[in-house]
C-alpha cells in the first residue's frame, strides 16, 4: 500500500494516506501515533523507519478513516464520548484509555495536552504541542477540505461552541496540523469556519449543491476556503 511520510519537524511525522493523515511524535521516552489511517498500513513498521521508542496510539475521533489499524495495538488513548460509535458502529477492539478536556500526555521533554473539540462528533479533540505552538490532528479545522457534519452524531451548533473553545487556547499555538486537505493552517480558519457555520444555520444565503455522500444526500455548502456538507 502507498503512503508519503512528511517531516514536519525533528521530532513531528505527517504520513499522508489516501485521502487522511496521521501523525507520529516523539519525545525522548516514548512516541505517540495519532490515529492509525484508512487502507490498514502497517503503522507500527512506518513509525519504526523513524523512532525505535515504544509507541503509543491516541486517536482524535472514531471515525473509520481514523482507526483502520487500532487493531494492531492493545490498547489506544480517545475521549470516552468516541465509544458508542466504534464499538457499536465500527465494532472496535483494543482497551480504550480515556483523555479527557486537558488531560496531559508526557513524551518525555514534550508535553501535549488534549483539547475537546466537539460537534464534528461528540468526542472529536486536537492535540496541542505547548513547546511546539502548534496543534496536530483532527477534522473540525481544516482549508481546502469537505467538513463533514450530517449525521445523528455530528451537530453544527456544537460545532461552533467546539471552535470557540478552541479559541480560549489562541494564545498557545500558531499553526494547525489537520488531518485532511491542506497543511498547516492558520489558527485565523477558526474564526471563519464559525461566521461560516453560524451563516449556514441561520439560513443566510450560501452557496451549496446536492451530492452523495456513504449514500447520503446531503448539502455541500461552498465556504470558499471549505466545504461543509450538512444535513439539517
Not at 500558531?174 to 480558519?189: E, L, W
Not at 471563519?192 to 449556514?200: F, N
Request: proline fraction near 4%; include cysteine; charge should be negative.
Amino acid at each position: 500500500m502507498n503512503y508519503q511520510m512528511t517531516q514536519i519537524s525533528s521530532n513531528t511525522w505527517a504520513v499522508q494516506d489516501q485521502n487522511v493523515r496521521f501523525f507520529i511524535l516523539t519525545g525522548d521516552e516514548r512516541a505517540l501515533l495519532i490515529d492509525s489511517g484508512i487502507s490498514g498500513l502497517d503503522v507500527r513498521q512506518i513509525a519504526r523507519e523513524v523512532t525505535d521508542l515504544p509507541l503509543m496510539l491516541l486517536n482524535t475521533h472514531a471515525d473509520p478513516d481514523h482507526i483502520a489499524v487500532n487493531s494492531a495495538f492493545d490498547e489506544f488513548y480517545m475521549h470516552p464520548s468516541e465509544a458508542i460509535v466504534y464499538h457499536n458502529l465500527h465494532h472496535g477492539n483494543g482497551t480504550l484509555k480515556p483523555v479527557y478536556e486537558g488531560t496531559q500526555i508526557d513524551l518525555g521533554g514534550r508535553v501535549l495536552e488534549i483539547i475537546h473539540v466537539p460537534g464534528h462528533t461528540p468526542g472529536s479533540i486536537t492535540v496541542l504541542d505547548l513547546a511546539g505552538r502548534c496543534l496536530y490532528g483532527g477534522d473540525p479545522v481544516q482549508e481546502n477540505g469537505e467538513i463533514y457534519m450530517f449525521g445523528v452524531h455530528r451537530d453544527l451548533e456544537a460545532y461552533i461552541l467546539g471552535l470557540q473553545h478552541l479559541q480560549e487556547y489562541g494564545e498557545k499555538f500558531d499553526m494547525i496540523y489537520p488531518s485532511h486537505a491542506d497543511m498547516p493552517v492558520s489558527k485565523k480558519m477558526i474564526v471563519k469556519l464559525i461566521e461560516g457555520a453560524r451563516a449556514i444555520l441561520s439560513g443566510a444565503s450560501v452557496p451549496y449543491e446536492e451530492v452523495d455522500r456513504h449514500g447520503m444526500q446531503v448539502r455541500a455548502y461552498d465556504l470558499g476556503f471549505d466545504r461543509i456538507l450538512y444535513q439539517s
